[in-house]
């Protein structure tokens, strides 16, 4: 079994992300912020992150560069989920370490792409 961390404050957006994982038979775990976010990504060391950008605490930029930076966590994939998807945005997200970016809205075959391609 995979498991899945998603990071979104949005709890709409992150039911939405948490019921599409469910289906496939994933294990999910939330959090609510980057900060907590970084924190769950050392402590459960998923297989993959779904990362918001924008966020309180520490935005999804923040935390992804963080994660992918750390030699704890930096082997797990993120990959950004945002509205934010202009071309400086996935850009800026590649910089920050990302894998990938999933624009928002999101179908399940999004979602599911990304987890065939990096896990």
Excluded at 29 to 44: C, F, R
Excluded at 48 to 72: K, W
Excluded at 102 to 110: I, M, N, S
Aim: with cysteine; glycine share 4%.
């Amino acid at each position: 079994m995979k498991k899945i961390l998603v990071v979104e404050d949005d709890m709409v957006q992150q039911k939405h992300i948490c019921s599409v994982l469910a289906s496939c038979g994933v294990e999910v775990v939330v959090a609510n912020d980057g900060k907590q976010g970084l924190e769950k990504a050392k402590s459960e060391q998923p297989d993959l992150v779904f990362m918001d950008i924008v966020m309180p605490e520490m935005d999804g930029y923040s935390a992804c560069r963080q994660i992918t930076n750390d030699d704890e966590t930096k082997e797990i994939p993120v990959v950004i989920v945002s509205s934010k998807h202009e071309e400086a945005d996935k850009v800026w997200a590649q910089l920050q370490g990302a894998a990938a970016m999933v624009a928002k809205p999101f179908t399940e075959a999004d979602l599911m792409a990304q987890i065939e391609a990096l896990t």
